[in-house]
């Protein structure tokens, strides 16, 4: 198992190239398997998860090439054989659950692992289910998976969202693209990956308006047609690359950045003491001198703060000049970092959905555990800042997310590098 061993090394400059979205494309995968043509995407990231969608979606049938050095991604589905997505899977990514709605709406049945636990929270699918029910499928569950079908095919409906969930959001809306008539979503997600997703359907001929609002309006049409779509940069990413120089100090480019996607966060980090600005490829972050200023953060649905920075927001808060407070509220059980962020010498204190963060002068490497994908990257980015080695264990959890860190970060001024335990 990889380790991930860290060295503070003072400020960060230069440039980081920010990659295609890992929550786009685990949505914009799926999409293939509601037409008969080929779906190709390029600027996809390279991560174990992609991988695993890969394994997913050739194991219903459909054909997925890997092209351009993992940057291009090439499907077909025009001879799907198998409408079960199987635990063995499905347990190793949630995000497999996003085959429910397009293989109902093309296939008229699915049989769906659950996902069961998460370490963040106990993330359940009710919502999806609700959604498909509401445009005429049956959903029964039997030994863990979810059993669909729908006979006389999905007719569209009025659907209003409980929570503005994002998968709940993209699985409706998929399926909705192949019903009879028209579906109308309230309360849905509006993040970016939802409206690159519409986008990537609209190029296959589907009729959607009003993704990136809470109400989507989606006319089914027969058939879908084949596409060629680029996957959106990762916003996720982006806010994880912005905060290594506000830690270390220093002056990074983040190419293919921009602050539509982060506008929230920016704020914040605006609100901290750093500069960002926009240039001609991307966002440039700088910190020079100074300690940063402690700022409160809730995490929200889109446009809101996003709960994928909260721990890496943490991270930036814990040598901050004063006391924060963040509150999670997306996600029951997301502050595993913050023991280990105290093993560096960090002062916080949580209190279920709240953690108090008072800023010390500096942290202290320490050999941590990683938890979950941006937890693992949140005690990389606290690493770099604190005196002395860090070890930061279990990082399969980071190649979920993001691609080559040791030599994204390396080119920074990062000593980071990754040793087998
Ligand atoms: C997506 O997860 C992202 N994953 C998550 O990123 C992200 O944290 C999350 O959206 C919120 O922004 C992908 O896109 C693959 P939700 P998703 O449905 O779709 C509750 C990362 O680090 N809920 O919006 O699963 C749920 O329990 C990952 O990249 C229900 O109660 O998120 C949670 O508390 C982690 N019933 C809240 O809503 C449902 O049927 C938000 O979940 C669905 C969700």
Avoid at 264 to 289: M, P, Q, W, Y
């Amino acid at each position: 198992m990889d380790s991930i061993i860290v060295r503070g090394n003072g400020e960060l400059n230069g440039q980081i190239p920010i990659a295609g979205a890992k929550n786009a494309c685990l949505t914009l995968m799926p999409a293939t398997l509601l037409s008969e043509e080929p779906l190709t995407l390029t600027n996809a990231p390279r991560l174990s998860d992609i991988r695993t969608m890969t394994e997913l979606l050739s194991s219903l049938g459909a054909e997925v090439s890997t092209l351009q050095d993992g940057k291009v991604l090439a499907m077909s589905s025009h001879n799907l054989d198998n409408h079960v997505a199987d635990y063995d899977i499905v347990r190793k990514m949630r995000a497999s659950n996003l085959v429910l709605g397009p293989m109902l709406a093309r296939l008229g049945q699915a049989v769906v692992s659950l996902p069961g636990g998460c370490a963040i929270g106990t993330r359940p699918m009710d919502l999806h289910e609700k959604g498909l029910m509401a445009l005429g499928a049956e959903i029964e569950l039997k030994e863990g998976y979810l059993h669909a079908k729908v006979p006389g095919g999905l007719k569209g409906a009025v659907i209003d969202l409980d929570f503005p969930s994002v998968g709940a959001t993209e699985n409706i809306m998929m399926a909705a693209t192949l019903a009879k008539g028209t579906t109308v979503l309230n309360n849905a997600a509006r993040e970016p990956e939802i409206v690159d997703l519409a986008t990537c359907l609209r190029s296959m001929d589907a009729q959607i308006d009003g993704d990136g609002t809470s109400r989507i309006e989606i006319q089914g049409v027969d058939r879908l047609h084949g596409a060629t779509h680029p996957v959106v940069t990762d916003r996720i990413e982006l806010g994880t690359y912005m905060l290594a120089p506000a830690i270390c100090g220093g002056e990074v480019e983040c190419l293919g950045g921009s602050i539509s996607l982060v506008g929230s966060f920016c704020e914040k980090l605006d609100a901290a003491g750093i500069h960002v600005e926009e240039t001609a490829n991307g966002l440039k972050v700088a910190r020079r001198g100074g300690r940063v200023k402690a700022v409160d953060v809730v995490t929200e649905p889109f446009p809101g703060f996003p709960t994928d920075l909260q721990a890496q927001m943490m991270a930036l808060m814990c040598t901050a000049e004063g006391t924060s407070v963040l509150e999670e509220k997306i996600f029951e059980n997301r502050f595993m970092h913050a023991p280990e962020l105290m093993r560096m010498g960090a002062n916080i204190e949580v209190h279920g959905g709240t953690a108090t963060v008072h800023g010390v002068e500096r942290l202290k490497g320490a050999p941590v555990m990683a938890t979950d994908l941006r937890a693992s990257v949140s005690l990389i980015l606290a690493a770099m800042a604190a005196e002395g080695e860090t070890i930061v264990n279990r990082v399969y959890h980071l190649d979920r997310g993001y691609e080559r860190v040791e030599e994204k970060l390396g080119n920074l001024g990062a000593h980071i590098e990754r040793v087998q335990s």
